[in-house]
């Protein structure tokens, strides 16, 4: 089981940044799926979650209107598109696959906004 999250990096505000979600090795399709993100000194905070068929979405206040979640099943991969990047998006980002009481994470990608 794996879940790899790729496309952090260092941007200025107002930029955006697309992260990519893989997973192997579970029946993906089955998953719903967050993305999660905890900056230094602070708890985990939930960003945004999509149905395991992916036609239902939910965002957390601080994101909404700016970031999107999708999913492309068939290439087992979960996206999360970040517009206007703010500096307090500054965060490492992680992908969470659940279905009752499984639960996966990914290692976290690195997301920092500064000018």
């Known amino acids: 089981v794996q879940l790899v999250e790729s496309g952090g990096g260092l941007v200025q505000p107002g930029e955006s940044l697309r992260l990519s979600c893989a997973a192997s090795?579970?029946?993906?399709?089955?998953?719903?799926v967050s993305w999660y993100r905890q900056a230094p000194g602070n708890g985990r905070e939930l960003v945004a979650t999509?149905?395991?068929?992916?036609?239902?979405?939910n965002y957390a206040d601080s994101v909404k209107g700016r970031f999107t979640i999708s999913r492309d099943n068939a290439k087992k991969q979960v996206y999360l598109q970040m517009n206007s990047l703010k500096p307090e998006d500054t965060a490492v980002y992680y992908c969470?696959?659940?279905?009752?009481?499984?639960?996966?994470w990914g290692q976290g990608t690195q997301v920092t906004v500064s000018s």
């Open positions: 999509i149905t395991n068929a992916g036609d239902s979405t």
């Open positions: 090795g579970f029946t993906f399709s089955r998953y719903a």
């Open positions: 969470n696959a659940r279905y009752y009481s499984y639960h996966y």
